[in-house]
């Protein structure tokens, strides 16, 4: 099997999504911001793997764009809760960074596959 690389690091960056909002939930009480992050945080790579099996190139490129928008929003929902101290600063910027790197690589797919 191929090496994708935006798939696998899109689903690394849910697990970790994910872990983030169990403690977020269960430790901090935070269930309004987090729900957002959940869902946009895993929505970027139930997105990829749908825009890999897309029908035709204007379909994948629908959903690479939809990736590139969530992971968007999701770096929005995180400074948001770094701002209201939910989210250690260390915590936030592991996981910003790991955003800003899916959502430049969304960024290249999109536009490389418009050629």
Same mark, same amino acid.
């Given at each position: 099997?191929?090496?994708? $690389?935006?798939?696998?690091?899109?689903? &690394?960056?849910? $697990?970790? =999504?994910?872990?983030?909002?169990? =403690?977020?939930?269960?430790?901090?009480?935070?269930? $309004?911001?987090?729900?957002?992050?959940?869902?946009?945080?895993?929505? $970027?790579?139930?997105? @990829?793997?749908?825009?890999?099996?897309?029908?035709?190139?204007?379909?994948?490129? &629908?959903?690479?764009?939809?990736?590139?928008?969530? @992971?968007?929003?999701?770096?929005?929902?995180?400074?948001?809760?770094? &701002?209201?101290?939910?989210?250690?600063?260390?915590?936030?910027?592991?996981?910003?960074?790991? &955003?800003?790197?899916?959502?430049?690589?969304?960024?290249?797919? @999109?536009?490389?596959?418009?050629?």
């Amino acid at each position: 099997m191929k090496e994708n $690389v935006v798939k696998d690091k899109s689903f &690394a960056f849910a $697990v970790r =999504i994910i872990n983030l909002y169990k =403690i977020l939930t269960q430790e901090k009480k935070e269930y $309004v911001m987090s729900k957002q992050l959940l869902r946009s945080g895993t929505s $970027v790579g139930a997105n @990829i793997e749908e825009a890999i099996g897309g029908i035709s190139k204007k379909d994948f490129r &629908a959903k690479m764009s939809i990736s590139y928008k969530e @992971i968007r929003e999701t770096t929005y929902w995180l400074r948001l809760l770094q &701002a209201t101290d939910y989210l250690e600063k260390q915590d936030f910027d592991s996981l910003f960074n790991d &955003a800003d790197e899916l959502g430049k690589l969304l960024y290249t797919i @999109i536009k490389s596959s418009k050629q």
